[in-house]
C-alpha cells in the first residue's frame, strides 16, 4: 500500500505495528483530533498511574530522610535507616526475609514437580489441576481464618497429629514454630498459582524430545533434569520471580489475621513493619524508611536472581 | 508394564492426599458453620447431622455483614469498570497506534507493575489525605485503580497486538475515526481479555485488605475482607458464628472459581507466556 508522508502526519497515528508496515487508508475527518486521539487514549492511565504510583515512591524516598513528630518535615538524614537497624523488630523482618530466599526454591519445586506429573498424566490429573488450583482465588485474610480453625491447639490438624501420636504442637504461639507455620499456609494458598504458570510452560515444550528421552529409557528424575528443566528455564525463571514477589507483598493478610507480628514478634516482615508504623504508631518517616529498604531487597532479590538463574541456564 | 503402572499410582496416592489437604479446611469451615455452638463444642469433627444455616442468617444480620458486603460490591464493580476503560484505551494506543513516547509509556507502564503497594503506602496515604480522598469511596476506588492499572494495561496491550492490522485498515477506510476504532472493533474483539482481566481485577480487589485498612479505615466503611479480620475478636466464643462469617466472604469467589476456572487460569498465565 502506498501513502504519502504528508498522509501520514496528519493522521498522527499510524495503524501498525513496531516493524510491520501498513498503510491508514480512509480520509481524516478532524485531523487534529485524530493526531490527539492516541494521547488522549492514554491519558488516564498515564495521569493515574504518575499522580499515585510513580509520585508517591518518589515522594516516599523523599519521606525517609525527613524525621516524625516534631521534627516532622526536617532533614534527619539516614536517621531513619539507623533506628531501622537498631529495632530488634525490623532485624528479625530481615532475617524473616532471609528465611523466605532459603526456602523460595522448595515453593517453586513443589508446584513444578506436581505440574510436571500432571503434564505426565498422572492417573486424576484432570482433577488434580482444578482442586489444586483453587485456594488461590481466596483471599489471605480468609485462608489466615480458616487456619486459625485449623491450626488452633485442639483443631483438626492437631487431632490427626494425636491420632499417630504426636504433637501437639503450638503452631501460631511457639515463636521457634510460627513463622514456619504462616510461610506452610501461604505456599499452600499459593502453589496453585505457580502450578498453572508451569502448566502453560509445558504446553511450549516440545514434546517430541520427551517422547526420544523416554524411548530411550530416561529414567524420570532424568527426564526432568536434561530435558524439562532447560525446556522451561524461561518458566522456571518467571515463577521464582514471581514467587518471591508473592513472599515479600502478600503476606501482609495472613500476618494480620494469623498473628498480628507475634509471638514476641517474631512473625514479623518487612511489609508488616512498615503497616505498623504507619498504621499504628504513626510513624510515616520511619515507615517510609523501611518500604524504601523493602523495595531495595525486592530489586537486588530480583535481579540476583535472574542472573543466577540465566547463568544456570546457560550451562545447559 | 505393571512396574510402570504402579509407579504411577505411587504418584497419583500422595497427589490424592495433597488434593484432600486442599480441600479440607474449607469443607471443616463449612462443615462447623452448619453446627449450633453446642454441637460444636461435643464434636467439632463429625459431619453435621442438622443444617444450621440460622449461623448465615446471624453472621449476616448481626455484625454488619451486609453493609460490609454492599462496600465491597460497590468498590469492586467501580473500580473494575474504571481499570477495564483506561487498561483497554491505553493497550489499544499502546499496541496499534504509533506515537511520540508510546515505547517509553509502555516502559513506565511495566516499571509501575513492580512498584509494589507496600513500597508506595505511606506517601500515597498523605496524597490521598491532602487530596480529600482518604476514607471515602472515591478515595479506595482510585488505589484500586492505581494499584491494578500497569497489570491490565499490560495484558490489554499484549492481546490488542494479536489483532491483525489489517482489520482496523478497513475499519478505517469506512471512515472511522480512532475512537470509532476502539468503540466498534476493540471493544468487541477484546471481549474475551476484558471478561478475562476483569475476573482477575475483581478477584484482587475483592480479596484485598492492606489497601482498604489504609484507604477507608472508619468501621462503617469496612469492605468484606476488612470486616472478616474483625469477626475474631467478635467471636472469639461462638466458632461455627465465626466460621458463617469467613464463609459467607468466601462463597461469592468459590462461585467465581466455580464458573469461571478457565478464564482465571488464563489471566493468570498470560503474564508468563506473553512476558
Known sequence: MVRSAAAERTTGARFERPGRHGGTGGIPRGARAERLAPFVLVAPAVLIIVALRLWPLLLGVNFSFTGDGERNGTSVGFDNYAQLLDDPLFRTALRNVGLLVVLLPVAVAIPGLLATFIYLRVPGHRLFRGVYFFPAVLSPVIVGAIFNLMLGFDGPLNAALGAIGLGPIDWLGDPGVAMFTVIGVHVWATFGMALVVFLAGFSTLDAALLDAARMDGASLPRIIWHVIIPGLSRTIQFVFVTTMIGMLTSMFGLLYVMTSGGPEGSTYLPEFYVWIQQGRMNRPALASAASTVLFLIMLVVGILQVSVLRRAGRED | ?275
Not at chain 2, 72 to 100: D, N
Not at chain 2, 121 to 126: D, F, H
Not at chain 2, 140 to 160: D, G
Open chain 2, 1 to 275: 508394564m505393571p512396574g510402570k503402572r504402579l509407579g504411577r499410582w505411587m504418584v497419583a496416592v500422595p497427589m490424592a492426599l495433597l488434593a484432600l489437604a486442599t480441600v479440607y479446611p474449607l469443607v471443616f469451615t463449612t462443615n462447623v458453620a452448619m453446627k449450633t455452638r453446642r454441637e460444636y463444642i461435643l464434636d467439632r469433627f463429625s459431619p453435621t447431622t442438622s443444617l444450621h444455616l440460622e449461623n448465615i442468617a446471624a453472621a449476616w444480620n448481626s455484625v454488619g455483614m451486609a453493609r460490609y458486603f454492599a462496600n465491597s460490591l460497590i468498590v469492586v464493580t467501580a473500580s473494575v469498570i474504571l481499570l477495564l476503560l483506561f487498561g483497554s484505551m491505553a493497550g489499544f494506543a499502546l499496541s496499534q497506534l504509533r506515537f511520540r513516547g508510546s515505547s517509553a509509556l509502555f516502559l513506565g507502564c511495566l516499571a509501575a507493575l513492580f512498584v509494589p503497594f507496600q513500597v508506595i503506602m505511606v506517601p500515597l496515604a498523605r496524597v490521598m489525605a491532602d487530596s480529600g480522598l482518604i476514607d471515602t469511596y472515591p478515595g479506595l476506588i482510585l488505589a484500586y485503580v492505581a494499584q491494578f492499572l500497569p497489570f491490565t494495561i499490560f495484558l490489554m496491550t499484549s492481546h490488542y497486538r494479536t489483532i491483525p492490522v489489517e482489520i482496523i485498515h478497513a475499519a478505517r477506510i469506512d471512515g472511522n475515526s480512532t475512537y470509532g476504532v476502539y468503540r466498534r472493533i476493540m471493544i468487541p474483539l477484546g471481549a474475551p481479555a476484558l471478561l478475562s482481566v476483569g475476573i482477575l481485577d475483581a478477584l484482587f480487589c475483592w480479596n484485598d485488605v492492606l489497601i482498604a485498612l489504609l484507604m477507608m479505615p472508619s468501621p462503617e466503611h469496612r469492605t468484606l475482607m476488612v470486616g472478616v479480620t474483625s469477626l475474631r475478636g467478635q467471636y472469639s466464643d461462638n466458632i461455627p458464628q465465626f466460621a458463617s462469617g469467613v464463609l459467607i466472604a468466601a462463597i461469592p469467589v468459590l462461585l467465581l472459581y466455580l464458573f469461571l476456572q478457565r478464564q482465571i487460569a488464563d489471566g493468570v498465565t498470560a503474564g508468563s507466556t506473553k512476558g
